[in-house]
């Protein structure tokens, strides 16, 4: 069984950065694409970036440019580094293992000045 820990989460001033991390823990060689997405207060999850095995990568618009999903060689840590964060990224992030209920805990990213 397949276990996701996030972390990197915290407070930050508008335009400044924060590098997630996700670690995934058990079997992983079934899994092909991971992703990122985030529940701002009040609203839906929404997907922000999914990565797969040979890194082809996909963002929403509202990321682009300024997000990037990376992952280690072994596939098994997936990062999401963000740059030049706004007050509309404040959210609860959290990984998965697409197409599959497997969720971290999440990680709060909260921009404020």
């Known amino acids: 069984q397949v276990q996701l820990v996030e972390s990197g989460g915290g407070l930050v001033r508008p335009g400044g950065s924060l590098r997630l991390s996700c670690a995934a823990s058990?079997?992983?060689?079934?899994?092909?694409?991971m992703a990122w997405y985030r529940q701002p207060p009040g609203k839906q999850r929404e997907v922000v970036a999914a990565i797969s095995r040979g890194t082809s990568t996909n963002y929403a618009d509202s990321v682009k440019g300024r997000f990037t999903i990376s992952v280690d060689n072994a596939f098994r840590t997936v990062f999401l580094q963000m740059n030049s964060l706004k007050p509309e990224d404040t959210a609860v992030y959290y990984c998965?293992?697409?197409?599959?209920?497997?969720w971290g805990q999440g990680t709060q990213v909260t921009v404020s000045s």
């Open positions: 998965n293992v697409v197409g599959s209920n497997i």
């Open positions: 058990g079997s992983i060689s079934s899994i092909w694409t």
